[in-house]
């Protein structure tokens, strides 16, 4: 046995306990949220387990302006995707958070939530519990347990306006974005902590609220690698964990009483899933892996959000984000400016002004032709052949939802990030869907990511459609006045060439691990415990069945607020709000 540690976080492995009530795999968004609400109890203890390293305060962690400047350092596990033939072979990457505090230390710190459509889509994939109404009480506990005017969290606001032409001249829709019409042009918040503006994350809220507390403990630079199974009852029972801080370093266990929680990420999880001997059993047979159990879903159903820019050059724009790069005196005043006073530009992110619109808004002239091509598409036009019976059902009563969503003025499709004087152009309804498979029984080769972006013809239609809106934006008379020249694709290049040259994740994977019933194609069930397994949950982004229009992390934290409190043994809820 190991000799008891009563520190929090452990740099050597063998300081751990042998055994913990909760194992939890993945130090990162949703995870270090359940570790924080579980060790509330002080009679529970768990143990995360973290592939990355803790962060050393690098500047691109907390000021707003640098968001995203972690992305391909050694805090990200630089996924390659594999080649679409759809986007004319080309693969692309997608960054994901490899440190303590996984993704939300990467990512670049918009905070909103879907419209109520988004969640109420969830429900009746045959969720109940899961509706729009059913969730709001966590979006507002979020990490934070105070809630402001706004309902976002009293440690999250948005910053100084760096957009002014956009944002005094857009026109406001009266978008209730934290009450379920996030529909409309408007100000995005950002996961800021304002007494400081510097960025908050899982690493800044539930990790530092629960440091230290003897309960908790946190391993980082070991990579889970497999699940201990017993298979000797009616259902398995996961026992424990394998874990290497490398390919080369020996193997370590550490042992789970009560339960284990995946929370390593859409990728991650669904990959230690099929090395653990759980997912479909065709794809594991191939790879002479034992299966342990037949659960097709895993790493089924994978889809992400997805973009082009429209790039544009402004003779008339006096104050811009490029002013910070090209304008050494501005730069130093604005640095300044943070450093002293914690305002001015750098407490922003610089893409804060942002519309997500409905089909009918952006598509106005295609929208009838883009739904009849939808309805009138086979069932299973976007999935590869190898789609598994039950994760084709599943896809099909999504399809027959996405019908009504789409044709829906409350839910918005096309998401459109102002980044002066360009805009980002985001799918955030596609159809098309991919998956996530180990192609060895070695936990250090990543698996690979099919995302199978633009397999359903209509992804593209309405990407064309947003694209052709996008540029018309430019010719209103709030955005005239920048005498704005297209640059990219420019008018000789046709929008498909450009999509399928230019299209790239906007970093929102998920579904590898869907909640949904199992016969079409779920892998967790609505408590988000995976289905014939008595004591594994899954509690990060891959559970989303379908991506809400919005980026994903409030939302992930809000899944996570909800699983805490059914994991949560005899403890008393005294409500949220
Ligand atoms: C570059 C980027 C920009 C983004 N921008 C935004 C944005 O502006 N707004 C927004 O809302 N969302 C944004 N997102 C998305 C959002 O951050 C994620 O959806 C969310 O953080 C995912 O949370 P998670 O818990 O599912 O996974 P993560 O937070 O990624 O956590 C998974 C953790 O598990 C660890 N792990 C993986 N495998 C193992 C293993 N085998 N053993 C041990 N540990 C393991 C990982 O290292 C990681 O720390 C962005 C993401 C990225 C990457």
Known sequence: AHPRFLGTHIHNARAINSSYDYIIVGGGTSGLTVANRLTEDPKVNVLVLEAGLMDQGETYFSEPSLAGGAVGTKYDWNVTGVANPQLNNRSVTLPLGKVVGGSSMLNRMVFDRGSKADYDMWRDLGNPGWGFDDLLPYFIKDLFTQASHDGFGLLLRT???????????????GANISSGSAYGFFWGP??????????????????????????????????????????SGPEIKIEGVEFKSSSSAPVQTVTANKEVILAAGSIH??????????????????????????????????????????AYTAANLSLSTANLTTNAT??????????????????????????FLPLSSYAKNSSSAILSAISAAPANVSLSTAAPPSVVQGHMAQRSLYSKFLAAQDAASMEYIWSDPSLLIA????????????TTLDPFVQ??????????????????????????????SALKVLEATEAMPGLATSAESYVRDTLATIYHPAGTCSMLPKDLGGVVDVDLKVYGVSNLRIVDASIMPVLPATHTSSTVYAVAEKVSFYSKPLTFFFGVL
């Open 330 to 355: 501005f730069a130093a005043e604005a640095q300044a400016e943070y450093e002293n006073d914690a305002t001015g530009p750098l407490t922003t992110t610089g893409t804060s002004a942002m519309a």
């Open 427 to 438: 799918l955030v309804k596609p159809l098309s869907r991919g998956s996530v498979t180990i």
């Open 190 to 231: 950002t996961s800021l902590d304002p007494s400081k503006e510097t960025r908050s994350s899982a690493r800044s809220g539930p990790y530092e609220v629960a440091k230290n507390r003897t309960n908790f403990h946190l391993l980082s630079s070991q990579q889970v690698t497999k699940l201990i199974l017993d298979s």
């Open 269 to 310: 999880t669904a990959a230690l899933l099929q090395l653990s001997g759980i997912g479909d059993a065709a794809v594991l047979s191939k790879l002479d892996q034992t299966v342990a159990l037949d659960l097709p879903g895993v790493g089924n159903n994978f889809h992400d959000h997805q973009y082009v820019v429209l």
């Open 447 to 476: 698996p690979a990511v099919d995302w199978r972006a633009l397999s359903d013809p209509a992804d593209l239609q309405m990407l064309n459609a947003g694209i052709e809106f996008g540029r018309a934006l430019y010719g209103t």
């Open 159 to 173: 910053s100084v306006m760096r957009s002014p032409v956009w944002a005094s001249r857009s026109r406001m829709m």
